[in-house]
């Protein structure tokens, strides 16, 4: 069973559109988190959800929106997609404060 | 502010040779460390943590990683690479008070045989 799953694998979609990617754990974690990594290989925090709370919001465009509707589940919804959005977007998890390190096998979107 | 360096973009080593990847950090206090891998196409695994204790760590895949406060470094290491261990190394700082991990820029790992 995959312990941090995303769907979809691959998104290509065209500018303005509206689109959302899923992630889902099953290892009972508390902590979610959205991870974004450019085009440079360059990794960098987004979002984090505690127990359906947001805990932590980088600064990212208010296009972007996490929604927990629970603690299994952080999905990313992002609007009016931009050609800068293209990157590889990670969902992962964790449980207690120094556990780190569970990550999904990401979401490669491309914006044409 | 915290800030993880990796100045290696980029190495090549002959398979069945040592291994060694540089991590500086910067941090206030006492850092937790850690070392990711990603394959090509896929996601992040986690190699190795340190929190406290003994400065050499043991991970999985064989690699080792000795802290070193007074040179704020974190080395990963490996006696002898496999063809299998080219992907991209990403060292990586907790900063425990916001629950963030900063990565650093990774290191490519190419193996030829």
């Known amino acids: 069973d995959t312990a941090v799953s995303q769907t979809p694998k691959y998104l290509v979609t065209q500018m303005g559109n509206d689109k959302s990617i899923k992630c889902e754990q099953n290892?009972?974690?508390?902590?979610m988190y959205w991870y974004k990594q450019d085009s440079k290989k360059f990794l960098k925090i987004m979002f984090s959800?505690?127990?359906?709370?947001?805990?932590i919001n980088e600064t990212v465009p208010n296009r972007f929106s996490p929604k927990s509707p629970d603690k299994a589940h952080l999905n990313l919804h992002i609007n009016s997609l931009e050609l800068g959005d293209s990157a590889v977007y990670f969902c992962?998890?964790?449980?207690?404060?120094?556990?780190?390190?569970?990550f999904g096998s990401g979401t490669r979107l491309t914006v044409v | 502010a915290q800030s993880v360096t990796q100045p290696d973009i980029h190495i090549t080593v002959s398979e069945g040779a040592s291994l060694e990847l540089r991590c500086n950090y910067s941090?206030?206090?006492?850092?937790?460390l850690f070392w990711y891998v990603q394959s090509p196409g896929q996601g992040l695994q986690l190699l190795l943590k340190?929190?406290?204790?003994?400065?050499l760590v043991q991970g999985i895949k064989g690699f080792e990683a000795e802290f070193k406060r007074s040179q704020s470094s974190f080395n990963l290491r490996k006696p002898s690479v496999h063809w299998s261990d080219a992907a991209e190394y990403f060292c990586?700082?907790?900063?425990?008070?916001?629950?963030?991990?900063?990565f650093g820029t990774g290191t490519r790992l190419q193996v030829f045989p």
């Open positions: 992962a998890s964790s449980q207690g404060g120094t556990s780190k390190g569970t």
């Open positions: 340190y929190f406290s204790g003994d400065t």
């Open positions: 290892l009972g974690h508390d902590t």
């Open positions: 990586a700082v907790l900063s425990y008070n916001t629950d963030k991990l900063i």
């Open positions: 959800y505690n127990n359906k709370e947001l805990i």
């Open positions: 941090y206030g206090a006492t850092p937790y």
